[in-house]
């Protein structure tokens, strides 16, 4: 365990925050009372997420959301780890957690709660004994997910199995594999999800997720949004979107995207992340007919390629993220915090450097400056994607938020 910083232990919660909304809330919450921890860092992804698209709104304006709840600290998830797979999702976020260097508890959303079933799934899915269960499963057309699975259930039963099915389980053993990888001596936490599951369009008395909150927000329900999320974080939200920076929506570059994807040669498809078995030539030629994204989705998409997956690539491709990218972590970036994270930073000597402005990237390696310049590029297309047009260069000029 880490030695104590500012007056108590720190919990660590890897989240995307988009938009923050009273489940997150709850989540901080159950994090402090369960861990005793007084200090909360948060690793949010940037203004790109996982499911392969944009953030609605800019990243200091929701890291300045998280303080406003509870975060003491906010730190940034680079984009090849932020717009990754599960693994590398959790890889980027835990790898920053432990080089931060005084964090104790790793906090997390479950579907299950039971951290020892968690660990015995996490236990399962690195047992090399699944592996030729797994790829001959893969050779028969199965999905990773759905392949990884199936083998875990044929060697160690359905409830390890079940545990895979769930994408919130899902993320939390791939958390707990990469402090087992790093050897951590992080405590994971599994908080039980509150209210309504990941994804889902329903609502629990005050509690929907962020994809019914994105919905209502840039449809008709604005009003009604409201309902689910903090006081604070839905002025905030509205004043952005009164400003026309929110919501952002990746369909505003639509014809952007394709054109850049039209302009790739194979070789430059096969060195995206997340390319295997040629399925590059498969985006390659399912390009050059497709007249929308949805369309290019939804022809390259088969058993073995998820459209999450695909939504992925296709946003690597436009926002320039390659395989090598994603290699290691060069620095870990402050996006904001309070004198709380002011007085943990002041205590700690992290494993990276730390930056919080464009000015301290110039004495940083040259990988770590090409990973922050990667990041400055892909926030620069984002802001194309707002309802009115941004400005360039917000990256290198914004300041940390001070809360």
Request: hydrophobic share 40%.
């Amino acid at each position: 365990m880490n030695e104590s910083v500012s007056g108590g232990k720190t919990a660590a919660i890897i989240a995307e925050y988009n938009p923050f909304h009273n489940g997150h809330r709850h989540h901080i919450k159950r994090t402090l009372e369960l861990t005793g921890a007084e200090n909360t860092v948060v690793i949010m992804s940037g203004n790109f997420v996982q499911r392969g698209d944009c953030a609605i709104a800019d990243k200091f304006s929701r890291a300045q959301m998280a303080l406003a709840q509870g975060a003491d600290l906010v730190l940034e998830l680079p984009l090849p780890f932020a717009c990754a797979g599960a693994e590398k999702f959790a890889s980027g976020g835990v790898g920053i957690a432990d080089a931060l260097g005084c964090v104790d508890y790793l906090s997390f959303g479950t579907e299950c709660g039971d951290a020892e079933q968690l660990k015995r799934a996490a236990d399962a899915v690195s047992d090399e004994c699944i592996k030729p269960e797994l790829d001959s499963l893969l050779s028969q057309g199965m999905s990773f997910a759905s392949a990884r699975t199936e083998a875990v259930r044929r060697l160690y039963g359905n409830d390890t199995a079940e545990i895979l099915c769930m994408p919130n389980n899902t993320l939390a053993v791939e958390y707990i594999r990469a402090l087992g990888r790093l050897n951590s001596d992080i405590v994971p936490v599994g908080i039980p999800r509150a209210g309504v599951g990941h994804n889902s369009c329903e609502t629990s008395g005050d509690i929907a997720s962020a994809t019914a909150i994105r919905r209502m927000l840039a449809g008709e329900g604005r009003e009604e949004a409201g309902r689910y999320l903090p006081e604070r974080t839905f002025r905030m939200l509205s004043e952005l979107m009164a400003e026309g920076k929110a919501p952002a929506d990746l369909l505003r570059t639509e014809r952007a995207i394709l054109s850049r994807l039209r302009s790739m040669t194979r070789e430059q498809l096969a060195a995206l992340p997340d390319i295997s078995e040629g399925l590059e030539n498969r985006i390659y030629d399912c390009v050059r007919s497709a007249c929308s994204l949805e369309e290019l989705y939804d022809s390259v998409k088969s058993k073995r390629y998820s459209h999450a997956r695909i939504r992925r690539i296709v946003l690597s491709a436009f926002l320039g993220v390659r395989q090598v990218h994603s290699q290691s972590l060069g620095y870990i970036r402050i996006l904001g915090m309070n004198e709380r994270g002011r007085q943990l930073l002041s205590r700690t000597r992290p494993k990276l450097p730390l930056i919080s402005s464009y000015r301290q990237v110039s004495a940083l390696p040259q990988e770590a400056r090409n990973q922050y310049m990667l990041e400055c590029h892909a926030d620069d297309l984002w802001s194309l994607m707002t309802p009115s047009i941004q400005p360039c260069g917000a990256d290198m000029t914004a300041k940390m938020i001070v809360f």
